[in-house]
């Protein structure tokens, strides 16, 4: 007991040192990102097109300093692909931690529900059956793909009524794996100017990222990330056990499905812009955890901050890594995330550090 006191206290004290870090880390990856590419932007004309743009009036914009082709190529290109990937490692590292709560497991990730293979599949069947010729989107599709598989494993994982979390991930893989099964089938079956989009998708990119594909991933962001920070309590409650959160007030049965259904969207809506990208949702809540434990009220604005900036780190590596040829997002993350976490898995340190504290 005394042991877990000073813990707490040490791990409140870095939450704000934290979250200040990350936000100046999120700013200097934006400006940075702005500024690499092809067409020539210092880092200091790359902060005066971003403040510019969010701040009218600024001198600079009308001094003749910065060239219209200068512009385009940091607030019409860079900056919408940066942001994106900042909205989907958020998303994606916000969703693992409460996967994570929801099975009560320190293993589980967004794509543990299967969710992240039906949305592939529904991409793929767009650009294999050509429906986008209809008005059926890829995103769109994406989408759909991604809520139809959450809610077959809602179903599948119930017994007696209440959700069970070892039958929420048994059924998640067994569908996962089974999804995954069809959309291999038909990429090996399709025509050959399909596959390199299937895998380009399938892998993850924000490459064709515009302002208008940011609305529906942010608003789906905000509200799962208010509704997480309204139920920290419950969340916490949670990770004691399902019969002390019932002593405590928290339904817990009901609360379970809240999440799925959170998880569901948050994670269907980030697929279908940014396509498969892996290790975000199960490595970034871990690193929280350890710099600044376990209690969620702390813990998710830590592991969303982290998550936009690891998945803008990432992407910015993904297109300048092997220049002028633009590496998919999900390599990157596998690269950088699997050799993290098993090192963190070695120091004894990732199986459910903070998880019960």
Do not use: K
Request: hydrophobic share 55%; with cysteine.
């Amino acid at each position: 007991m005394t042991a877990t006191r000073p813990a707490s206290r040490t791990a409140s004290r870095a939450a704000p040192f934290a979250t200040a870090a990350l936000l100046a880390a999120l700013v200097g990856v934006l400006v940075v990102s702005g500024a690499t590419g092809t067409v020539d932007v210092t880092f200091a004309e790359s902060f005066q097109l971003i403040t510019g743009h969010l701040l009218p009036g600024m001198p600079w914009m009308a001094d003749g300093s910065l060239t219209p082709l200068q512009d385009q190529a940091v607030w019409r290109f860079r900056l919408p692909r940066t942001l994106l990937a900042g909205i989907a490692g958020a998303g994606l590292a916000l969703a693992g931690a409460l996967m994570q709560a929801l099975v009560r497991n320190p293993l589980a990730e967004p794509y543990l529900l299967g969710v992240s293979a039906g949305a592939g599949l529904g991409a793929v069947l767009v650009i294999t059956s050509g429906a986008a010729a209809v008005g059926l989107t890829l995103s769109g599709a994406a989408f759909a793909g991604a809520l139809g598989a959450a809610v077959a494993v809602s179903l599948l994982a119930r017994q007696g009524g209440l959700i069970a979390p070892t039958r929420l991930i048994l059924a998640g893989v067994a569908l996962g794996s089974l999804l995954s099964a069809v959309t291999s089938y038909l990429t090996i079956t399709t025509e050959a100017q399909n596959v390199f989009s299937i895998l380009f998708f399938l892998l993850g990119s924000v490459a064709a990222a515009t302002w208008s594909q940011l609305a529906v991933p942010a608003a789906v962001l905000g509200a799962v990330w208010a509704f997480a920070l309204l139920r920290s309590r419950s969340l916490n409650a949670l990770q004691v056990g399902d019969e002390t959160a019932t002593a405590l007030g928290v339904d817990v049965n009901r609360f379970r499905s809240q999440l799925l259904v959170a998880c569901a969207l948050l994670t269907g809506a980030v697929v279908a812009v940014s396509g498969g990208i892996g290790f975000v949702g199960l490595v970034i809540p871990h690193i929280s955890r350890i710099a600044v434990g376990g209690d969620h009220r702390r813990m998710l604005p830590v592991a969303v901050l982290g998550g936009a900036v690891f998945l803008m780190a990432a992407d910015l590596a993904a297109r300048t890594a092997a220049s002028p040829t633009e590496i998919p997002i999900g390599i990157v993350t596998a690269v950088v995330g699997a050799p993290f976490f098993l090192w963190l898995m070695r120091r004894g340190r990732a199986a459910g550090a903070g998880m019960h504290r």
